[in-house]
């Protein structure tokens, strides 16, 4: 079978390997004479494999032994919620950087919980760049500093974690393990499964363990983060298919050289994209400022909407597939996740280099 050139942006492309080794254990997992996903997860059989996943987190990402793992479902969204119902307790205000879509959203919902302030709104600029740590307007009172490391519609990430008196809470959905976690500057780093880990289905949720002492009995048992810490994850049916395909992505990724090596690759693949694009003497325009472009999504403008449909049939014709821009914003998107092979990297700036010869 031909695999597409899948520059989706979750759920995203998933190594191949892992693909054919989810089909082959599908059926029969360990000669149980069932299948991963038909099984108890109180089984012993699940319990390893779920255990191994946490196991493979803590290793990658070098988590701290004072930090929780937790594998929860909702997706990121779910922890716009979370966050502020866990975090805000007294008044002190939670405090956002509004740096595009998924900032603001993340914003909408804690405002609906608790008291909030923003630190910062690129609206005006229209989500183009992130700010300096000197731009962020942070109140003396405030409990955290929520960031999104990279806004996956905008294609812009945070070159630098921000160094600033308050703890912070990062969304890091679209780029989990291509990048380092700053330990210290944290008590929340949360995200969806569905782009760099894992099929959809699973939230990876770091919560520093002096978070959980402060948490309100008046939070819901599946709301609050405790109840999770407190049973590995298993205080309820945990999302079991998701968990063991994201344990072998993760197994993957070990195999590869671990999170500095999908650094290196990120930084590298989008590299390649973003000289396709500055090569092109205004035939491919990216809106970002140059220090803030992100290394996973990579969005570019051409001159009109109808030549931006014709690159886009074209790439299909190619092979290459989903890299139509957010539909908020239009354009074109290249999401450059993981298990995006190199050598789709490689067809789409060929693509991009024929498409432009043929139409300028
Ligand atoms: C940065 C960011 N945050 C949050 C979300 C929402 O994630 P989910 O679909 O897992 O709820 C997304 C989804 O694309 C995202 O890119």
Not at 191 to 208: C, E, I, M, Y
Not at 249 to 278: C, F, H, N, T
Not at 279 to 303: M, Q
């Amino acid at each position: 079978m031909a695999r597409a050139h899948n520059f989706c942006s979750g759920p995203c492309i998933l190594p191949t390997a892992v693909l054919d080794e989810l089909a082959a254990e599908l059926p029969d997992f360990g000669d149980s004479g069932m299948s991963l996903i038909e099984m108890s997860h109180r089984d012993p059989v699940y319990d390893r494999v779920h255990h191994e996943t946490l196991d493979r987190l803590r290793r990658l990402c070098h988590v701290p032994d004072d930090v929780d793992v937790l594998l929860l479902q909702g997706g990121a969204t779910l922890q716009f919620a979370m966050v502020a119902m866990n975090l805000l307790v007294d008044d002190r205000p939670g405090v956002y950087s509004v740096s595009g879509s998924w900032g603001k959203k993340a914003l909408a919902d804690a405002a609906k919980i608790g008291r909030t302030a923003v630190a910062w709104d690129g609206a005006d600029g229209g989500f183009t760049a992130m700010p300096t740590a000197d731009q962020l307007d942070l109140p003396s009172d405030a409990r955290y500093l929520h960031v999104t490391s990279n806004e996956t519609i905008g294609g812009i990430r945070i070159p630098e974690f921000y160094d600033v008196d308050v703890p912070q809470v990062i969304d890091m959905s679209s780029d989990y393990l291509t990048r380092a976690i700053p330990w210290d500057a944290v008590d929340v780093v949360y995200g969806g499964a569905q782009k760099n880990l894992g099929p959809a289905g699973l939230a990876v949720v770091f919560v520093r363990r002096s978070v959980l002492d402060e948490i309100p009995d008046t939070v819901p048992s599946y709301l609050s983060y405790a109840t999770h810490a407190g049973a590995d994850s298993l205080a309820n049916t945990p999302p079991v298919f998701a968990i063991w395909a994201t344990g072998k992505v993760l197994a993957w990724i070990e195999d590869q050289g671990g999170v500095p090596a999908m650094e290196k690759r990120a930084a590298d693949r989008s590299a390649m994209i973003y000289r396709a694009i500055d090569g092109s003497e205004g035939f491919y325009r990216n809106p970002v400022a140059v220090a803030d472009r992100s290394h996973t999504n990579i969005v570019f403008r051409l001159a009109t909407e109808d030549l931006e449909a014709a690159f886009l049939a074209e790439a299909g014709e190619a092979g290459l597939v989903n890299l139509k821009g957010h539909r908020s914003v239009g354009g074109i998107r290249a999401s450059v996740y993981n298990a995006l092979p190199d050598e789709s990297v490689q067809v789409l700036v060929e693509h991009m280099a024929s498409f432009a010869a043929a139409n300028s």
